[in-house]
Nanobody
């Protein structure tokens, strides 16, 4: 059974960078696309990025385009979210999740396996 564990969150000043990792165990990650989601206090969880199973296709929310980069290393069973030029609006709990397919779904309802989340706080 696939399990996901995120890491890399923390406190960073505006304009700073963080790299989140999502390590998979129990099943090969390359059978799945990987989505990154963010949930800020009082707000619904929303997808910020997704990478296909092979890594060749990515998509991003408009709010993070040009600042965030999603990638993966299937030999390490790990996906990454590089976040640059962070703003306070990027604060929240970040989750990685997978659907039972290699292509990123259009909607979020197919994501069925979730990590526990990692907190990102952007503040001066």
């Amino acid at each position: 059974q696939l399990q996901l564990v995120e890491s890399g969150g923390g406190l960073v000043q505006p304009g700073g960078s963080l790299r989140l990792s999502c390590v998979a165990s129990g099943s090969p990650l390359d059978n799945h696309s990987v989505g990154w989601f963010r949930q800020a206090p009082g707000k619904e969880r929303g997808r910020v990025a997704c990478v296909s199973g092979g890594g060749g296709l990515t998509d991003y929310a408009d709010s993070v385009k040009g600042r965030f980069t999603v990638s993966r290393d299937n030999t390490a069973n790990t996906a990454y979210l590089q976040m640059d030029n962070l703003t306070p609006e990027d604060s929240g709990v970040y989750y990685c999740a997978t659907p039972p397919r290699r292509l990123c779904p259009t909607g979020d309802g197919l994501f069925e396996t979730w990590g526990q989340g990692t907190q990102v706080t952007v503040s001066s």
